[in-house]
Structures are given as structure tokens and as C-alpha cells.
């Protein structure tokens, strides 16, 4: 299998670009489904869960043009509802989205049961809610959700989340863009992802008001039409280069971020005693002495992103003490503390916590990267380690990260990459 080799102890310099927001593009994709006309996508992650999207779109029958390295054009004008790509589907979490867009475009969905990273129990329970009160009949069964709009449309409908999710907030802003009436989402989640998949929506003519506060607003149009849009920077890609500088010391210009989506992130980092410099649309992180321990408890935005719980857990490893990191998101997020420890790590999970003992450093070791952050976090520990560091499973973090490897190096760290001639090859993007 494809493998990543580390040869750890180097400080990072340099400067590194962000690229565009995961968790905002495999929202926009899907609901580019929706628009009646081309959608010319900007700042588009060049990862594998984007490819393998924009795949399941083009076997509905969007037409897909590569303009550059980060612009695409969806156009859906001659999408039909056929059966999806289902093996696909069934590999990526956010096909959840093509619920809501298909429901919007077409009055019906079938879609698999969502795939996506491992951590504990993943349901779509307030997704399904959602789409219920708005008028439809939902029924999973045997790893298949079948859903149909009473009169092919759905209507609005006011909507009380259970829990604050990312997914459902999104999913049923998706719906709504294109039912009859209003729609109102409360306790909604208020992730940066939400506010650019709003809008988009919007700058394709939707009416969607309030999206970053709890409670969101949708007057459901007749058409979407064509534009442009281009995605915000990615937090949690930022935040990982952030904590990787913080683990190895030095000095790293980061570009193409909103400072804003990274104060949670930047205010630990000066607890852990790292120089967080702000500029405009960048932040320079420089860390020359020890580390110190901390707090961390995941939530929600504005609170600790669970997506940098692994990182900031590895950076913790070298800290002069002990800190205690509980995940407030996920049942089951600690997956990753085993690979740690063959390293080295001192880290003991009770619970939904960890108590994370700093040791002097660690020791490379061969790893897993159990699921896409938990693969951000080995990589780092692997920067740090005496040794050689050869991860494993290296698919879940180009699931997200673009481009990782050749941004590291960028860095001056010494990582390359080991691809497995038997690995399937990377879905490409078709071009038209
Ligand atoms: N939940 C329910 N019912 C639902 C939906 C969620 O009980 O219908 C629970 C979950 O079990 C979890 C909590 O609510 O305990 C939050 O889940 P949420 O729906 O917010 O997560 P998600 O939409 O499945 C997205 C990101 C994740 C990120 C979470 C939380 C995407 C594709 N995924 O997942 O990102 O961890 O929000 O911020 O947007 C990642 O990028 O590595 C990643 C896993």
C-alpha cells in the first residue's frame, strides 16, 4: 500500500498556501446538482474526496470542465435522476449531501448509506428529520436511503436540530434552497463551512439569511441559476500546518487563511507558549522554546474543531507536562493514541479524555493512519521522531489534505511519498 517516509528532526520554515475548504466543497458539489445552468467553482481542493464527488455527479450526467488546477465548471443542465454510482457513493461521508440536492432537483433521492472516516457511531438521524418535516417519505433500508417529496416538491418547514451537525445544518439549507415557503433551521451548527455553502446558494440566486448563527432561514426559490463562486480557505488544513510547526519549532508563513476560523486554534497555541503573529490573510507561527501543556475540550465552531483534536493531541506529546484533551464531538476518536504510543507516546484515554504525559520525544516507528486527521497527526509526530516514520494507509489523508507531502517538503521536511504499483489509481476528474 502507498506509504509515506519520514525522517524526522527538522524544523519547518517557509511558506505554505492553503488550498481550498474540504468540508465546503463536497457540500457545493453536490449542490451544484441543483442549478440550472454552469457553476464555475474557484479554490477547489485538489483532494480525493472531491474527485471522487465530482465522479458520482458526472454519472448523473453534469458535464465537467477543468479550467485550471483550482477552477472547475459543473454544469447540470442534463442531469437525470438515474441510479447512482452506489460503491462510490458508498465510500465518502458527504454523499449525504446528494439527499438534499437530489430531493431539491428532482423530488427524490436513492442514495447509499454514507461512508467516511470511522469514529464511533456516524447517524443521520436530524438529516432524515429534516427532510421528513419538509414533506418527505425517507425509508433506509438494507445500506440504501430512499426518499420522495409528497407532489414532487418539498416545502418548507421549521426544523429543530436535536444535536448541533454540520451535515444535517447544511443538508437541509441544500432542500430547502428549492422548496415552497420558508424553511427554518434552529440550533443549527455555525461551522465557517456553513456561512460558504450558504453562499454559494445564494450567489446562485437562493435565499438563504442567518447562516453562522443558530438559526437559519430559507425562502425556497423556483430555479437556481449559474455563477460564480469561489471557496473559503480550509481551517483545518491551516490548523494542521499551525500544530505541525508547533511540534517541530520554527517558523512558517501560512497564506490564504481567514485569521478569524483560526482564533480557537491560535489562542491554544499561545497557551502553549507558540509566537501566533496575525496579518491580513495569513498568520506566521514560530515557536523556538519548549512547549507548554494545556487544556483542550472539543465543541461545536466557535470551539475547538474535533477535525484538529489529533494534531493538537500529537503537538501535546511534546510538551514539558500534562494536558488533558477531551472530545466533545465523537464517541470514538482515540483510535489513533495506539500508533502514538509505538512511537512512544505517554497517553492514557478514560472516557472521552486523554491525559497526555509530554515526553522528551519520540521514536519513528511503521504507523496507520486511521482515519484522515488521525493521518495529519502521525505525519506530524513522524517530523518530530528520532527515526524513520513509514505511515501507512496513506488514502484517508488525500482524502483531504492536497497535497501534503509536496507542502512539507516545501517546509524543508523530509517525507517522500512510496506508492504501491497494486493501489488503485486516484479517481481522475473527467474532463469535457
Ligand atoms: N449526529 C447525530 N445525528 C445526525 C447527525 C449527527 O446524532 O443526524 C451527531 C454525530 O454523531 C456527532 C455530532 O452529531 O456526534 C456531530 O456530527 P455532524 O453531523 O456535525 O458531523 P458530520 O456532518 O458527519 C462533519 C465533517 C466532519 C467533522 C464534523 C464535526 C464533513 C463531510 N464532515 O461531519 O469532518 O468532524 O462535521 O465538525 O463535513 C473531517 O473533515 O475529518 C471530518 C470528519
Do not use: F, L
Given at each position: 500500500m502507498d506509504k509515506y517516509i519520514i525522517n524526522g528532526g527538522r524544523r519547518l520554515y517557509g511558506e505554505v498556501e492553503i488550498s481550498g475548504a474540504k468540508n465546503a466543497a463536497v457540500a457545493i458539489i453536490p449542490a451544484a446538482l441543483m442549478v440550472d445552468g454552469v457553476c464555475r467553482i474557484e479554490n477547489m481542493p485538489q483532494i480525493s474526496d472531491t474527485d471522487m464527488l465530482m465522479s458520482i455527479i458526472s454519472a448523473f450526467g453534469a458535464q465537467i470542465?477543468?479550467?485550471?488546477?483550482t477552477t472547475v465548471e459543473i454544469d447540470c443542465r442534463s442531469v437525470h435522476n438515474c441510479d447512482a454510482p452506489f460503491e462510490k457513493m458508498r465510500r465518502i461521508r458527504a454523499s449525504y449531501y446528494l439527499i438534499g440536492a437530489m430531493l431539491g432537483r428532482f423530488g427524490k433521492a436513492k442514495t447509499t448509506?454514507?461512508?467516511g472516516c470511522n469514529f464511533g457511531?456516524?447517524?443521520?438521524?436530524?438529516?432524515?428529520?429534516?427532510?421528513?418535516?419538509?414533506g418527505a417519505k425517507v425509508e433506509v433500508k438494507n445500506g440504501f436511503v430512499y426518499a420522495d417529496a409528497h407532489e414532487g416538491r418539498l416545502h418548507g418547514a421549521r426544523i429543530y436540530l436535536d444535536k448541533v451537525s454540520v451535515g444535517a445544518t447544511i443538508n437541509i439549507m441544500i432542500a430547502a434552497a428549492m422548496a415552497k415557503g420558508k424553511t427554518i433551521i434552529e440550533n443549527a451548527a455555525r461551522e465557517p463551512h456553513i456561512v460558504d455553502v450558504a453562499n454559494f446558494l445564494n450567489s446562485m440566486g437562493a435565499d438563504v439569511r442567518g447562516a453562522g448563527t443558530d438559526t437559519i432561514k430559507v425562502n425556497g426559490v423556483e430555479r437556481l441559476h449559474g455563477g460564480t463562486y469561489s471557496i473559503i480557505p480550509d481551517q483545518i488544513e491551516a490548523g494542521t500546518y499551525m500544530m505541525a510547526v508547533a511540534a517541530t519549532g520554527g517558523e512558517v508563513r501560512i497564506n490564504n487563511i481567514i485569521p478569524k476560523h483560526l482564533e480557537c486554534i491560535s489562542a491554544k497555541l499561545v497557551e502553549m507558549g507558540v509566537e501566533v503573529q496575525e496579518l491580513e490573510d495569513a498568520l506566521v507561527i514560530r515557536r523556538e522554546g519548549p512547549l507548554r501543556p494545556t487544556n483542550v475540550k472539543t465543541l461545536p465552531y466557535p470551539g475547538f474543531p474535533t477535525d484538529m483534536q489529533p494534531q493538537i493531541s500529537t503537538a501535546l506529546c511534546f510538551a514539558e507536562g500534562t494536558s488533558f484533551v477531551t472530545e466533545g464531538v465523537w464517541d470514538n476518536r482515540y483510535k489513533y493514541v495506539n500508533e502514538l504510543r509505538k512511537m512512544g507516546a505517554n497517553?492514557?484515554?478514560?472516557?472521552r479524555t486523554a491525559v497526555i504525559e509530554g515526553v522528551p520525544c519520540l521514536t519513528g516507528a511503521p504507523v496507520a493512519a486511521c482515519d484522515l486527521r488521525a493521518g495529519a497527526a502521525m505525519v506530524i509526530a513522524g517530523l518530530c521522531a528520532r527515526g524513520v516514520?513509514?505511515?501507512?494507509?496513506v488514502h484517508f489523508i488525500e482524502r483531504g489534505y492536497e497535497d501534503f507531502v509536496g507542502k512539507l517538503m516545501q517546509l524543508g521536511a523530509d517525507i517522500s511519498v512510496r506508492r504501491d504499483p497494486e493501489e488503485p489509481e486516484r479517481i481522475q476528474l473527467v474532463v469535457v
Open positions: 470542465k477543468v479550467i485550471d488546477r448509506m454514507p461512508g457511531v456516524r447517524p443521520i438521524d436530524q438529516h432524515i428529520k429534516g427532510m421528513v418535516a419538509m497517553i492514557e484515554v478514560s472516557g516514520t513509514e505511515v501507512e494507509d
